[in-house]
């Protein structure tokens, strides 16, 4: 009787063990990255001087923007054509993504979760963004943005090694992506009820926190890169 | 006392378990907190690059906004410059927002479905293109730095929707059916490269055995979007 008694304490033992051998290896096998407060604090000390720096020169743009538009106002009243430019200038603006806009529309959040019920890593593909666009636009949005990005005619959505690209700025695939649209918000959410859209496949595929919300104050920011154009020349 | 060998065995596992135990304590409770630092130190990197590229534009603006103000105050014709400098921001937003009829250096592709299929072949949909086919050709060629791009003639733009209507496929709200002729103006040599790329959406038409023909061309044409569009729920923000 004692016999069996310890051997089934040795066993209870040796698996203990060997579940805590297992979880101190896979404990050990993801990436563990270590940063000092120090280094921390660096950093949002950083990103508040960035912050105040951002915010004067937004401050200043604005105020030559005024100066300047003061004198193109000055001469559009008394000059024709100017007047009409500047009319055709400021609609162009609107319709390209150059300008700060603002309407109703929806605002949709997609959070990839990551925890012990998934099997496999959840993540958002750049073709999966590609088509979202594509069904707001043919929901007839009027201004669309991805994380901040504005979306513009050459706006690139692209897989750049583990990170998506969009307009040149890189995200983590495994975070969350908020994307603004401006239009219909009935007809906006509407377009992603059909059985066979994006979001419907994205929640059958699962390991996704998929929020629609529709807003009459979506606020959109304007492109802010540079684009060069090296091959394309107008023609007339 | 007399210890025999499973005794011996039972302790050193025990003290085994009790270090492998204790190891555990003292790692365990810092771990959330190391996760935790670590998503918002992501989050703060994040953060920081965007900010900088914020203030990267913003300088960009503010030295345009400059000269522009110089230029304005130095002149002493004053109409003329304002309007001279009010057409040229004019043509590059013309250029950017693809009203503007452009021509350039680029390729051309032209897409057709396989006609040579039997009709109980059970592939049947893959000898189709589909609004998907041309909408990912379209992704390929604007992340390979195409300038400007356009499909049977429909320019392409920031509200360019690629829909699948049926037999048919709808472009900024207008039919178009195949053969489908795609042109994308920028480096010639680099737009064929990604295209012959092998996960690229082109190959997987090729593989797809559609009708595909690509020719890297020293002049192409691509008209401007000629709707006009009035903004029904966009304000700009004051």
């Not at chain 1, 990005?149 to 690209?165: C, F, H, M, N, P």
């Not at chain 2, 190891?23 to 920081?48: A, D, G, N, R």
């Not at chain 2, 004053?78 to 590059?92: G, H, I, R, T």
Request: charged content about 30%.
């Amino acid at each position: 009787m004692r016999r069996v008694s310890s051997q089934l304490w040795v066993g209870i033992i040796c698996m203990i063990l060997g579940f805590m051998i297992t979880y101190q290896l896979r404990y050990i096998k993801t990436p563990k990255y270590q940063y000092t407060t120090r280094q921390f604090e660096n950093l949002v000390k950083e990103a508040e001087d960035l912050k105040k720096q951002r915010d004067e020169l937004q401050k200043k743009v604005e105020e030559y923007q005024k100066r300047i538009d003061e004198i193109e106002q000055s001469v559009a009243s008394t000059n024709k054509i100017a007047s009409k430019m500047k009319e055709e200038l400021d609609n162009l603006r609107v319709l390209a993504g150059l300008t700060d806009v603002e309407g109703p529309g929806i605002e949709i959040t997609i959070t990839p979760i990551n925890d012990i019920s998934n099997k496999q890593p959840s993540q958002i593909y750049y073709k999966d963004l590609i088509d979202i666009v594509n069904e707001l636009n043919s929901a007839g949005a009027e201004a669309i943005s991805i994380n901040g990005e504005r979306y513009v005619g050459r706006t690139q959505i692209r897989q750049a090694g583990l990170s998506i690209k969009i307009n040149d700025s890189k995200f983590d695939p495994s975070q969350p992506f908020v994307i603004k649209a401006i239009g219909d918000p009935a007809i906006l959410e509407g377009a992603f009820k059909m059985p066979d859209s994006i979001i419907e496949v994205l929640k059958k595929i699962g390991g996704f926190d998929i929020k629609i919300v529709r807003s009459n104050n979506i606020k959109i920011s304007k492109y802010n890169k540079l684009l060069e154009y090296k091959f394309v020349k107008g023609s007339r | 006392m007399k210890f025999n060998i499973k005794d011996i065995f039972l302790l050193t596992l025990g003290i085994l378990c009790g270090v492998v135990l204790t190891s555990f304590i003292i790692t365990f409770p810092f771990k959330p907190t190391l996760i935790l630092t670590y998503v918002e130190f992501q989050k703060k990197t994040l953060e920081l690059t965007q900010l900088k590229d914020e203030i990267k534009s913003l300088e960009n603006d503010l030295t345009l906004l400059k000269n522009k103000l110089e230029e304005y105050q130095n002149s002493s014709k004053v109409n003329q410059d304002v309007l001279n400098l009010m057409k040229k921001e004019l043509d590059y937003v013309k250029l950017f927002s693809g009203y503007e009829d452009v021509e350039g250096p680029g390729l051309k592709i032209i897409i057709d479905d396989n006609r040579n299929y039997s009709f109980n072949d059970d592939n049947i949909l893959d000898y189709i293109t589909h609004n998907s086919d041309i909408l990912y050709v379209i992704f390929d060629l604007k992340n390979a730095g195409a300038e400007a791009i356009s499909v049977n003639g429909k320019r392409i733009i920031s509200t360019s929707e690629i829909t699948c209507e049926g037999p048919v496929i709808k472009v900024n709200g207008e039919y178009i059916v195949p053969p489908f002729e795609i042109l994308a103006i920028g480096d010639p040599d680099a737009l064929y490269f990604a295209m012959t790329m092998p996960e690229s959406k082109i190959k997987e038409l090729q593989y797809r055995q559609l009708y595909v023909r690509m020719t890297k061309e020293k002049k192409i044409y691509i008209n401007g979007f000629k709707k006009n569009i009035i903004p029904k729920y966009i304000r700009i923000t004051k």
